[in-house]
C-alpha cells in the first residue's frame, strides 16, 4: 500500500465493519484485547504486514538487528500508539512488549478499505506517516550531533514532556525500559547511560525515586535538564508548564 492510495479519493464499495470512523482508534473499539508477556513479540521485522495494531496498555520497543547482530531500537510504542501502519508489504522493524501490554489488533485489508473510504482518515494517517518521518529525522540528529549527556538529556525531557501533557502535576518520570535498552535506542553502551545519569544525580539534575526499581526519576532542575539537553528554548515552556500543573492541583 502507498501512500497515494491514502490520498487520493476512492469510491469503492464499504466493508461494512466501519461507518465514516471519526478517528483511526474508532477502528479498534470492536477488536478483542489481547495480552502480550514481557519480551513476548508482536511481530518481527520482514513478516508479512497482515495487521495493524493498538495499543491500548503497556509499553512495547520497536528495534532492528543490523548486519553485525547488535539491535537498534527505534522507538517505544506506548498506551494509544498505533503499530504497523507500514507502506509496504512487510513490516520494517521488530516490535516486543517490553511490560505487560495489551492490543488490539485489525486486519490490515479492513484498515486500509476504511481509511480509502474516510475523508477523516486519510489525512490522519498522512499526518501519522509525517509525525514518524520527523521523529525519525530527530533521531538521525541526536545520534550524529549530540554527546552522550546531551542525548540522555533529551531522551529524559521527551518524557518529561510525555508526564505533563498527561496532566502530571510533577516533575517525574516513568521509564518501563531497561537501561540496555535506553542505550540501544541511544546509541550508547550500558555502562555510560548508567554513569551519565549518575553525573546528572551527582549535579542535582535528578533523583531516583525508587533506587531499587529505578525506573521512577525525579527531575530536581527541569530548567537546567533542558539546557543539558541543548534546547535552551524550552526552558521557559517546561518551567511554564510545571507551574500550571501546580496550580491546578492546588485548586
Known sequence: MFLTDYTKTLHTPSVGLFDEPDCLHSLFAKQSVEYLAPG???FFEGDEAKHVFEVTEGTLRVFRIISDGRRVITGFQHAGDIIGVSLKGDYLYSAEAITPAKIRRLARRQFD?????????RPAVFARVCDEMAAAQDQMVLLSSKSAEERLCTFLLRYLRRAMAEGGAQPVVDLP???QDMAD????????VSRTITKLIG???LKVVDPAARHSIRIERPGMLAQLAGDDDDCGEIRCGLIAYGEQRRH
Request: charged content about 15%; hydrophobic content about 40%; cysteine-free.
Open 40 to 42: 513476548q513479540p508482536l
Open 185 to 192: 535506542y541511544l546509541g550508547l553502551t550500558i555502562e555510560t
Open 203 to 205: 549535579k542535582g539534575v
Open 113 to 121: 478499505a476504511a481509511v480509502i473510504n474516510s475523508d477523516s482518515l
Open 177 to 179: 525500559m531497561s537501561r
